[in-house]
Each structure stands twice: as structure tokens, then as C-alpha cells.
């Protein structure tokens, strides 16, 4: 299964909720607001964790492609 | 205060923030709006609110900043005499500010609340944490409110302004004055200008004096579009730290222990499983979300069969959303592994909370300092916690015993 992260990032406010779920695929710029760590491919042992990364985001600015 | 006399009849039509029991406990209140006919309630108290309490809903009004404004966002009209004398153009930048100027006022104070950046307080916090413990620890009781949460915040913010600690009881006082007595209109105004009177000394002391790179001084120092921010900017940002991270964080740490003293297993679980620790932040603060903040209609709108007019006061019950079963499975429960939640406990949209990093760190290392050292502990009689309600929800007096 390929997966790939998509982020608005003009619908983003910096809630941090993905980089709590997924620390190794999302981080935070110099505003705190997100920045995606891995723009291809995510390893699949990180799917799980991508998931609840756009299943806690409040602002539903996170999409998975798959 | 008369308005808090009468008692309600109809909470869909007649709901009373500053009731004693809701003030104490509102959620069984925001359950029966958001479970009846009209899931906004509205009441004439303190001139006319609307109350949304679904998900959706609340979550929609914030996003909707052209028709609901934060031209004015606590949860009472303002008193009388707020907008006379020299101080009336200082607000609580980006709080208060609606776009254009809340782009550059946001945008100018984000990078000192980014998690990399707040990271250097974690240390100190935790020195403070334990300070506040060795001052009790031998008597086998504290208050958890008053001996401890409400002790952590104010020193925290004082540090990153560059304010001296000896402050903090004329901060605790002004910010709970400002927040917490809002019923009392005297004190609201004399507590907003003393906050005022005090940045204008420290304003003025760093313009005589330059000092090293604190917080005020860079924020005097920043230039938008080639021209230095106007002072009402200054004073604002500096009223808006106190009023918005001071009071609301010591309610959350607060709430978290009084949940603790009564949850032995969420103790053991955490001990046990301390990788555990963002996601139980993030159930806590959804479950205990301590803050509500209001909108203004900008112009007259149906919003979901409500007839709002320009000029109402709308209540986001960010707390009651927080609960809602349509958004949440088992809302009332504390799971402290729970996998979705979207919780807006630091509100939704433009305006969402930018101490949000700084806030969450002082709730772990505060809760993580408390049960390592105190692992066992229960409150020596529930009925005589106090609470704080309204705009800021959160224990006042919670005596516990280990
Ligand atoms: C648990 C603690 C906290 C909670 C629950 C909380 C909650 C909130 C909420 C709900 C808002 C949205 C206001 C609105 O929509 O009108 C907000 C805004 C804000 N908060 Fe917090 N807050 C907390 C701690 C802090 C701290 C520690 C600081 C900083 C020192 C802070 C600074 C701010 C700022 C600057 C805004 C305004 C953002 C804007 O308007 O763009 N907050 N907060
Ligand atoms: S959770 Fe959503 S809004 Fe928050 S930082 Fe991540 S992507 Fe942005």
C-alpha cells in the first residue's frame, strides 16, 4: 500500500495535534504551524500513526492519499 | 448580580453562566441544551447570549470570523467606563483583533510559542513545580488549587516577559479580576488599568534603560511595514499574556489533579505507560477544557434557525463541543489513549489558541512532577472544592491528602 500526506497549509492553525500523533512525519515551522517531514513515500510502519495524525487534526487540513 | 438571582426556569431560554451549579459543574447543563429542541440556546442575562453546544456548531462560528467578530470575546458585555480614558484603545492583540490587523498581530508573537521555542521553559518549569512541593510535601495535605496550579503560570509568563516574580500576586489578583469576578464591573475596570499602569512603567523603564533582549523589549523593537508598532500594541500584547495564559492554564493543571486525586487507575496507567503522556494531555483537555470565549454578529443572520442580530453576543462552549456523542464515543469518559480527537479545547480557526505548546508543556510538567513525587492522593472531602466559572472554568480550592 503507497501512502502520501497532502497539508493545507492555509487551513492549518498550529493545533500540533498531527506532530503529538506522528512526530516522524510532522513537525512544526518557525510559527509552530505544520510542516511535513516526509513529502513522498511514508513507510508503512508509520501508517497507523499518519492516520490518527489527520484523525486529530481540528481544522481538517491534513488528506492522506493512498 | 441581580441577574444571577432569579432562577432558571428554562435552560434553553434562560441559561445562567454564573448559576452556582453551573458554575460548579456546567456539563449536564450544556448536555440538556445540546440534547433539546434548540441546541443554541439564548438567554436575556447579562444583556442577551446565544449558546451553541454542538460540534459542529461551535466550530463553525469560529471559523466564520467575518460574521461573528471578536470585536468583543468575554462573556459579559463590557463595563461601563472600559472605553473613556487613555487606556481605551489598548485591547488584547490578537484576542481582540478581527482581520486585516490580526494577520500582522498574530503573526508577530507566533515564533516565541512554537514547540521548539518553547522548549527552554521546560527545565525551569519543572525547578518550579518542585519548589512548590518541597513547601508542602512534609504536611501530608495541600490545596492543589491555591498551594500549587495556580502558582505555575503566573511565573512562567512573568519569566518570558522579563518581569520580576515578586509580581505575582498583583498579576494573579489583576487577571482574576479581569476574568473571574467579571460580574463585578468596579473591579474589572480597576484591574484592567492597573494591568495597563504596569506595562506603561516597564514600557518606560526599557526606553530610558535598554535592556537585554526580553520579551517587551523586542516587542517594542519590532517594525511592521518600516514603522515601529504603535505602544497600544505593546500594552495589549502584554495585558493579553496575562489575561489569556495565566488563568486558563492554572484551571486545566487544577482540573487535571482534582480528576487525578479521584482516578487512582489513571494514575497507575500513566505511571506504568509514560509514552502515554501527549495523548492524556490532549483527553484531558478535551474533558476538562477550561475556557469560553464569545463572538459579536457582525450583521443580522439566521445561523441553524436561530435569528441572530447584529450586535449579539454568541458563547463558544468550546467545553460543551468537547462532550458532544456526535463527534466524540463516550464523551464524559477520560480515556486517556483515546485515538480521535479533534478536540478544540484551544478553540478552531484563525484565533486558535497561540499558547497552545507553551500551555500543554506546563500541564505535563506540572501533572508529571506531582505524581512522581506524590504518586497517591485523594481529596479530603468533595464537596469543598471551589470552582471558578463563566469565561474560565476551573478548581479554586481543592484540599487533597497523601
Ligand atoms: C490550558 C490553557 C489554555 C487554554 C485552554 C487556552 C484556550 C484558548 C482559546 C480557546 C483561545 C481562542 C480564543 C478565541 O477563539 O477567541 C485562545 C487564544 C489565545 N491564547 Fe490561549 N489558552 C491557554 C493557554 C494559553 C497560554 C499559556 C498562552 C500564552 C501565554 C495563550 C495565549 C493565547 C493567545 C495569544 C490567543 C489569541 C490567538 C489569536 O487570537 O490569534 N493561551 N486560547
Ligand atoms: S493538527 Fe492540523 S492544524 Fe494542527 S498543526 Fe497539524 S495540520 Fe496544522
Known sequence: MNMKVLLDYDSCHGHQMCAIAAPDVFGSDEIGNAKVLITGEIPVELHTKVRRAESNCPERAITIIE | ?402
Open chain 2, 1 to 402: 448580580m441581580t441577574d444571577t438571582q432569579k432562577p432558571v426556569t428554562d435552560i434553553t431560554t434562560d441559561y445562567d453562566i454564573f448559576a452556582p451549579d453551573f458554575v460548579k459543574n456546567p456539563y449536564p447543563g450544556y448536555t440538556e441544551i445540546r440534547e433539546s429542541q434548540c441546541p443554541i440556546a439564548h438567554t436575556e442575562r447579562y444583556e442577551g447570549s446565544w449558546l451553541p453546544t454542538r460540534y459542529d456548531d461551535v466550530v463553525a462560528i469560529a471559523q466564520e470570523y467575518e460574521t461573528f467578530t471578536s470585536r468583543q470575546i468575554l462573556v459579559m458585555p463590557p463595563a461601563a467606563g472600559r472605553s473613556e480614558g487613555p487606556y481605551a484603545a489598548v485591547g488584547a492583540p490578537p484576542i481582540t483583533s478581527d482581520p486585516p490587523d490580526h494577520h500582522w498581530h498574530r503573526r508577530l508573537i507566533l515564533p516565541v510559542f512554537a514547540p521548539q521555542a518553547v522548549a527552554q521553559y521546560e527545565p525551569g518549569t519543572r525547578d518550579l513545580c518542585n519548589a512548590l512541593i518541597d513547601e508542602f510535601i512534609d504536611k501530608g495535605v495541600a490545596d492543589a488549587a491555591s498551594d500549587y496550579a495556580q502558582h505555575i503560570p503566573v511565573r512562567v509568563i512573568s519569566k518570558m516577559l522579563g518581569v520580576p516574580l515578586t509580581m505575582e500576586d498583583e498579576f494573579t489578583d489583576w487577571v482574576r479580576g479581569a476574568l473571574e469576578n467579571i460580574t463585578d464591573a468596579e473591579r474589572r475596570i480597576k484591574s484592567f488599568r492597573s494591568i495597563v499602569e504596569y506595562f506603561i512603567g516597564e514600557v518606560q523603564s526599557r526606553a530610558a534603560n535598554p535592556r537585554e533582549d526580553d520579551f517587551i523589549t523586542q516587542l517594542m523593537n519590532t517594525e511592521v511595514e518600516g514603522k515601529k508598532v504603535p505602544i497600544e500594541y505593546v500594552l495589549g500584547v502584554c495585558n493579553l499574556m496575562l489575561v489569556a495564559g495565566i488563568d486558563t492554564t492554572w484551571s486545566a493543571i487544577g482540573s487535571c489533579l482534582w480528576h487525578m486525586a479521584q482516578h487512582p487507575e489513571h494514575r497507575k496507567q500513566l505511571r506504568e505507560n509514560p509514552d502515554l503522556w501527549p495523548t492524556a494531555v490532549e483527553e484531558l483537555l478535551r474533558v476538562y477544557a477550561p475556557v469560553t470565549m464569545a463572538r459579536i454578529v457582525d450583521h443580522d443572520i439566521e445561523f441553524q434557525g436561530c435569528p441572530m442580530k447584529a450586535g449579539d453576543r454568541v458563547l463558544m462552549a468550546f467545553p460543551a463541543a468537547n462532550r458532544d456523542p456526535r463527534q466524540f464515543e463516550n464523551p464524559d469518559e477520560v480515556i486517556l489513549d483515546r485515538q480521535n480527537n479533534r478536540h478544540v479545547a484551544f478553540g478552531s480557526g484563525i484565533h486558535r489558541c497561540a499558547g497552545s505548546n507553551l500551555a500543554r508543556l506546563e500541564l505535563r510538567v506540572a501533572l508529571q512532577t506531582w505524581l512522581e513525587r506524590i504518586p497517591e492522593f485523594e481529596l479530603i472531602d468533595p464537596s469543598s472544592v471551589t470552582w471558578a466559572g463563566g469565561q474560565v472554568h476551573g478548581p479554586r480550592k481543592c484540599m487533597v491528602k497523601f
